[in-house]
Nanobody, 126 residues
């Protein structure tokens, strides 16, 4: 089982990026998928999550209205579309998959997830 996050890079404030989470060894539409981010020296933070049967939730007030999550099942990929990026969005972004169904209150808890990708770095310049 392998998750791979990609799409990070350097972008100016106000710009957009789309992160991708691709999987091998599991079919993502059967799993809840969470995006988390971490700045070195700080705790990992939930960003956005989507249930296996749809239904998504933002995990950080700061991303509401700017980020969205979606699935493309034919490509076994989950996306995190980020717009209106801010310097404080700079972090390593990880995607994760939960092997069990999650209730909404657990979707932003990183301990609820079983599989993790290697992370992709997003740097937003001011």
């Amino acid at each position: 089982v392998q998750l791979q996050a990609s799409g990070g890079g350097l972008v100016q404030a106000g710009g957009s990026l789309r992160l991708s989470c691709a999987a091998s060894g599991l079919t993502l539409d059967r799993y809840a998928i969470g995006w988390f981010r971490q700045v070195p020296g700080k705790e990992r933070e939930g960003v956005y999550a989507i249930k296996s049967r749809g239904g998504s939730t933002s995990c950080a007030d700061s991303v509401k209205g700017r980020f969205t999550i979606s699935r493309e099942n034919a490509k076994n990929t989950v996306y995190l579309q980020m717009s209106g990026l801010r310097p404080e969005d700079t972090a390593i972004y990880y995607c994760s998959a939960a092997a069990r169904g999650l209730i909404t209150s657990s979707m932003c808890n990183d301990r609820a997830y079983d599989y993790w990708g290697q992370g992709t770095l997003v740097t937003v310049s001011s």
